[in-house]
């Protein structure tokens, strides 16, 4: 029989060429099946000096080449792609699990202020008005910080003299404001407008929390889309009545609490109010940050009232422009 253009004549296989196969299965080459059996490429049993010629065609038109990897490499191959798969899963939650972390969000973290201003003591235990501070909270976008001269109209006749403040006396010296680290940041890609907020009836604690029990100002929660976007799915939860807007702690019962503890992580050293012990690890959720109103029909009236929106408010446009 002749090998013409890689095609051989058909015969029956014999048990030489079965033999052969075994061989080629187990990793041999043709010339050392052929030393080694004593049989040719053609299932022949081959002379006793060994001098057997490998043609490229097989038996049956069958070409076969050496095997270079071994069967054991099979194994390793499988483990490696499910191997990688599981890693990519692994890789893809702990991704998940950083971007909700403190580290990320800045919930119940402390940022360092140039002056350790306690809303605890100004608002509950003096009782003044989220207003007098952030004036253009009902008119602007941005709620605005009070001046210097807002502070020491106050400072100078109470602590006038307190180290402390010293950061608010040079202010005052130099005309330059102080500059407060922004604690409630969020990306330059979304719009929002405190006023509107305001004036459909969400108050303050609804997105602030319990700021009249923080010592030192803090993130109660992580300002993610989602948790924004509950909220506009359901404003019911949250509107309130115009009276109420800058009151806290009137739904308690339901809301998140805040012990006297101190945080577990701030920033430049300094040492705040209690980690929010409502919610997931520690962190506020949405139905912990927000009130619970027990007649649910309530919120839905004011819905009415204040005219909202509610189709519209999951509309990508109202948050990204």
């Not at 609804?206 to 803090?218: A, I, K």
């Amino acid at each position: 029989m002749e090998c013409e253009q890689g095609v051989a004549e058909p015969r029956v296989p014999d048990q030489g060429f079965e033999a052969e196969i075994s061989l080629y299965q187990n990793g041999l080459s043709r010339e050392r099946c052929a030393l080694w059996s004593g049989i040719d490429h053609y299932g022949r049993r081959a002379s006793n000096n060994l001098s057997v010629s490998c043609s490229p065609c097989g038996p049956l038109g069958v070409s076969f080449m050496a095997q270079i990897f071994h069967p054991s490499m099979n194994i390793l191959a499988r483990v490696t792609i499910f191997g990688a798969m599981f890693i990519a899963t692994g890789a893809a939650w702990a991704c998940g699990i950083f971007v909700r972390s403190s580290y990320v969000t800045q919930v119940d973290v402390v940022r360092e202020q140039p002056v350790p201003f306690s809303h605890q003591h100004h608002v509950s235990e003096l009782g003044l008005d989220c207003r007098y501070c952030h004036t253009s909270v009902e008119t602007s976008a941005f709620a605005g910080m009070p001046a210097t001269e807002v502070c020491m109209g106050c400072h100078s006749h109470v602590w006038k003299d307190s180290d402390v403040l010293e950061p608010v006396r040079a202010s005052l010296r130099s005309g330059k404001p102080l500059r407060w680290t922004r604690v409630h940041d969020l990306p330059d890609f979304v719009y929002f407008n405190h006023s509107i907020h305001v004036a459909k009836g969400i108050g303050c604690e609804s997105c602030h929390g319990r700021v009249d029990e923080m010592p030192l100002m803090r993130r109660v929660a992580a300002l993610h889309m989602e948790w924004c976007v509950n909220c506009h799915r359901h404003p019911e939860v949250a509107v309130r009545e115009r009276s109420e807007m800058y009151q806290f702690g009137l739904h308690s019962a339901e809301r998140s609490r805040i012990s006297t503890e101190p945080p577990i992580r701030t920033t430049g050293g300094l040492h705040g109010p209690a980690i929010n012990k409502a919610g997931v690890d520690g962190k506020a959720t949405y139905e912990t940050v927000h009130s619970q109103r027990p007649n649910s029909s309530t919120g839905r009236q004011l819905v009415q009232r204040y005219h909202i929106a509610t189709k519209q408010l999951t509309d990508c446009v109202v948050c990204h422009r």
